[in-house]
């Protein structure tokens, strides 16, 4: 559900990027008060066109939430581009109740997160709330960047190992220029990785790892860990962009069953307690159809990567074109994105409430 919200500040954070903060009514404290790391779906409506994009939460959890985001310029990024250009205090934005599973409750422990570019946005919100609230618990952040202009949330990550020397870790890596000290520059990926994690910590000792970021960066965090003896458990990813080309990381469980849609589907879903059934258009996705029927069913990137669209697959076979939202554990209690599905076979039937 969307919610109107006024927009009480807009900063910039680099030439490329701000952060919004939204002013939360007192009556809808419990609405938006958010677990660290979850992120709101922003709406607006362009010549008819409804637009909606996610972005992560940057600010630490309380009782009394303080909802702001970062956002960076994305090329030919329509609600990027309004907000970096055109939006200001005082205007009102459509804002969905925060959600996402790439979250940590405070709790000791030793916690890591790798990240890419704006994929620091929750990673923020996640440390500074561990560490405020946890006193047993050490954090570690690896982040890259392209240049030290461009990176995102300097202060406040300059201002977290202030206030925790010692048991805030940070290690940055520049991509496109040479740094005077730290590490040198260079990308970030698998052989890399494979190769520093070990020397910079006792990777038995990590309680869970955080990836969050583009695809590249991420995937290839994932198969340095894998590689090093990380179980997959242990292992929470985000993925911040993807591009078009990008091969869809399906569940063989969901496409064994056919490679195409049969004619004359059907849908079954059930919604906020209610329930309807409608047939299936060639090539539309269930999302899609549930859509013509229910506007109120979410969603909000539609390219499998927010999760927004999570639901429970009650009966039937549905081949997911990609998954980049859900962790292998849910697909295997048999979610699955309602964007990215489209029906094996010829009755399917989903629970959203789940």
């Not at 009556?27 to 992120?39: K, Y």
């Not at 000792?205 to 991420?218: A, E, M, Q, R, Y």
């Not at 078009?244 to 906020?272: F, H, I, V």
């Amino acid at each position: 559900m969307f919610h109107p919200l006024r927009v009480s500040e807009v900063e910039r954070l680099t030439d490329d990027s701000v952060t919004v903060t939204f002013a939360v009514p007192p009556e809808l404290d419990e609405t938006f008060r958010h677990t660290p790391g979850q992120h709101i779906a922003l709406r607006r409506v362009v010549n008819g066109e409804e637009i909606r994009r996610t972005y992560s939460i940057c600010t630490p959890a309380g009782e009394r939430p303080v909802l702001r985001v970062g956002i960076r310029l994305v090329e030919g990024g329509e609600f990027s581009t309004y907000a970096i250009k055109e939006l200001a205090v005082g205007d009102t934005v459509d804002v969905m109740e925060p959600t996402g599973r790439f979250r940590l409750e405070p709790r000791a422990g030793h916690f890591v997160a790798i990240v890419g570019g704006s994929g620091i946005t929750p990673v923020l919100s996640i440390a500074s709330t561990l560490l405020a609230r946890e006193p047993d618990a050490r954090f570690c952040l690896i982040r890259s960047d392209r240049t030290v202009a461009s990176t995102m949330f300097l202060e406040e990550v300059a201002d977290l190992k202030d206030r925790h020397p010692d048991r805030f870790q940070l290690v940055t890596v520049v991509s496109r220029e040479e740094q005077q000290t730290g590490l040198p520059s260079g990308r970030l990926d698998e052989e890399r990785l494979a190769g520093l994690l070990p020397a910079l910590l006792s990777v038995d000792s990590v309680d869970g790892w955080f990836l969050c970021g583009p695809l590249g960066l991420v995937k290839g965090a994932e198969r340095a860990l894998r590689a090093l003896g990380v179980r997959r458990n242990a292992i929470h990813q985000e993925i911040f962009h993807v591009d078009d080309g990008a091969p869809g990381a399906t569940t063989p469980a969901m496409t064994a069953a056919a490679s195409a849609a049969p004619g004359g589907s059907k849908l079954t879903a059930t919604l906020d307690g209610r329930s309807g059934s409608w047939p299936v258009q060639d090539g539309d996705s269930l999302l899609e159809t549930v859509l013509r029927s229910r506007a109120d069913a979410p969603y909000a990137c539609k390219g499998g990567v927010c999760g927004t669209c999570r639901a429970f697959l009650v009966s039937g076979e549905v081949r997911m074109d990609r998954n980049y939202a859900l962790e292998p554990e849910e697909t295997e209690a048999g979610y699955v994105l309602a964007c990215q599905s489209r029906p094996a076979t010829a009755e399917v039937e989903l629970d959203f409430d789940r």
